[in-house]
């Protein structure tokens, strides 16, 4: 495994917080180790991190995120099932949603860089806009008058 950087830190720090807090609402626990090291496996494609196995993926933590906030209630609606034997049951179910939709969401964060781009590159300042003319087509006078007489 690579060693991380700053960004990457800060980023599974995110991530790693926002799992503990926001879907299994923990307080004063910290995720267990397993977790961690499905976490840190899922970004590189793997079922968890070791060294053994060839990286098959890279996803940044930030995606990772995304997914889960995308499958916030889902998930959290797992997590207060108690249909699972132990914690490691739950987030292996957790990890299975996350899994199938990653690739989704990694999709929709490269078009939407893709159109911020095609945004930016649009040149504005041959544009120029001095104002609207409203032109009716109807003869308005005309339609008065007809009305007019109607009553």
Do not use: C
């Not at 840190?40 to 991190?49: H, N, P, Q, R, V």
């Not at 996350?98 to 964060?109: A, C, F, P, Q, T």
């Amino acid at each position: 495994m690579a060693k991380m950087t700053q960004e990457e830190k800060e980023s599974f720090d995110e991530l790693y917080q926002y799992i503990k807090k926001d879907i299994f609402e923990y307080t004063n626990q910290s995720l267990p180790k397993y977790m961690i090291l499905r976490l840190k496996g899922l970004s590189e494609g793997k079922f968890m991190a070791n060294n053994r196995v060839k990286s098959m993926a890279k996803y940044e933590y930030k995606q990772i995120l995304y997914t889960f906030r995308i499958n916030k209630m889902k998930l959290k609606e797992i997590v207060k099932s108690s249909k699972f034997q132990n914690e490691q049951h739950k987030f292996n179910t957790i990890m299975l949603i996350i899994e199938k939709d990653i690739n989704d969401v990694v999709n929709r964060l490269q078009r939407k860089v893709k159109s911020e781009e095609k945004i930016e590159k649009i040149d504005l300042t041959n544009i120029t806009h001095e104002g609207a003319e409203y032109k009716n087509k109807t003869n308005d006078k005309k339609l008065n008058d007809d009305l007019n007489e109607l009553w």
